[in-house]
């Protein structure tokens, strides 16, 4: 009753002055439509461009490093045990790049809750051989079905089928620039030599368009069993264990924890991408730089408004205390006002900025570097559209605050003997 | 019986603002139910001032008021705002009506604020009371729409709206021609005798004043007769 009072009053006054009120709710309808549209455009950058490393980053890789041992025959010596020894120009001996006991650590990987999934790799050095001359490439020999699951291998093949690389024995998928530097069609066979002078005809299934070119010149992808093949290895032969977790954050707990537990080196995804982050906040924090100033800006608005409304209302606020409105009603019923422009401001600014959102996602955006994307990327994310309401009544309450508060102090006695 | 209404003792008041001023001396005087009262005295005398402590609209004086028995002193801005709400009426020289609302609601407002009728209980009040001055057929014209005379009447019967223990007036027919301020004479008249409405009227006009059951005069602050 009391509450519907004040309302029905902070109402009226809204609309004696529906123009000025409507001028402060665009500046609110403004800032939001801003906020929302630059935040969900921003944040769909963001998300684009980290998915770019995340989505084929593993979160740990397993591996093993070629370099000299840490333990020279020489310390293992009783007699010279207590005396400093300097052993210059030391060298790795063994070419082994192979993880030793693949099959335990994939066990004990795979029962780890934490886990999400695991995809072993070979990554070997090769020639592509075409006529006369020699290219360097890379091959990874991938699980197919796990390195899809896991890494969205099949959004960057953009022709012919990834699965053909499971399916068809001594198959490849080429890198796109590779194979444009080959002249190579889908269904054509190259011919392939590894490190060691192996020699192996790959019949090319599709190509591979990852978005960054200098990968796409050299990269390329067979099954683990036609590289283990080309390598001569037997099928326990595994160069790389890819890992992702539910929870990335704790990749470089896990990946120490496992390093040690099996002697292996290990990479987790922060230590190797520290940068990518930073890009990430600098752009969320301009949206949120704009869209607060924006709602800074319309609050001033509102507070102007309000405030000439309370020098104009001065008698109605004098009467309305005279005949027994507290200064508590008289404080509710402007804040009310503020309120009120504020949430029907803010509710507009969320459906203009849903609607500058879907346009911004139908303009075309055509990249070969990003083979998956055709329109601009846009985050609908509801948490942004709470932010922005959220935003819209806290700013308006504090720009209705002093004013209400003003109004509420105004002393009747003083006004009515003015008169 | 004779019930006391309103009942001022010792009251002082000083404006300090620019000089020290002794606005209000010694002021002594009860008001018992259905009582009409009128005070009259040169202007500057302080009689507004006065009436401002009496609707508990101004709390910065010394000494003690009580109304309907309870000293006001040391309430909160909130249970002086009930006091008011309740058990006064006011009715100033300016109508003071809220331009945003129709007659009807103008009047209604107090009683929705006091709460302690329906909306529909106090719509129907609302507008017996505007029959009593004959004016209910303005009753949803917007206040701005009537004129001085008529608006000055809305005025009286917000002031009625919540059946208050007295009704106070600061010149309330100040701004008004002769013929509307015989008008609302009349209607203060009909109050009294009527309605044994207890009434307390500031005015400059003898006439007025001799139709009171009783006249108060004050000469710079003090009551020299009641
Ligand atoms: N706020 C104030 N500050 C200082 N002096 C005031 C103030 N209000 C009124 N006065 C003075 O107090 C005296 C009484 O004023 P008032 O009660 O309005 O007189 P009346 O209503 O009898 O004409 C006048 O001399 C006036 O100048
Ligand atoms: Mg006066």
Redesign the interface.
Known sequence: ??FR?NWE?AY??L??RWKQTLVAAIGVTFSITMFIALLGFMTGLNDLLDGLILNRTPHIKFFNEIKPSKVQPIDLSEKLKSSFNFIESVKPNTERVEIYNVSAIMSALSKDKRVLGIAPKITTQVFYNVGAIDITGVINGIEVEQENKLFFFSDYVVQGNYIDLKNIPNSIILGKAAADKMLTKVGDVVQVTSAKGERIQLKVVGFFQSGLQDLDKVQSYASIATTQKLLGQTSSYITDVQVKLKDLNLAPELAKYYGSLFNVDTEDLQTVNSQFETGTRVRTLISYTVGITLLIVAGFGIYNILNMMIYEKM??I????????????VNNIFITISLSIGVFGGVFGLLFGYLISKLIDQIPFVTSALPTISTYPVNYNPMYYFIGVTFAIITTYFAGFFPARKASKI???II??G? | MSKIILQAENINKFFHNPLPFHVLKEINFTITRGEFVSVIGKSGCGKSTLLYILSTMDTDFQGTLKIDGTNISGKTENELALIRNEKIGFVFQFHYLLNEFSVLKNVMLPALKLGKYSEEEIEHRAIEKLKIFGIEKHALKKANQISGGEKQRVAIARALINDPLIIMGDEPSGNLDKHNSQIVFEIFQRLAKEFHQTLLIVTHDPEFSAGTDRVMEMDDGRIIRQ
């Open positions: 009753m009391k009072l009053i009226s006054l609309l004696a008698d109605s004098a009467i309305l205390k005279a005949t027994g409105f507290s200064g508590k009603d002393d009747p006695v009515i003997r008169k």
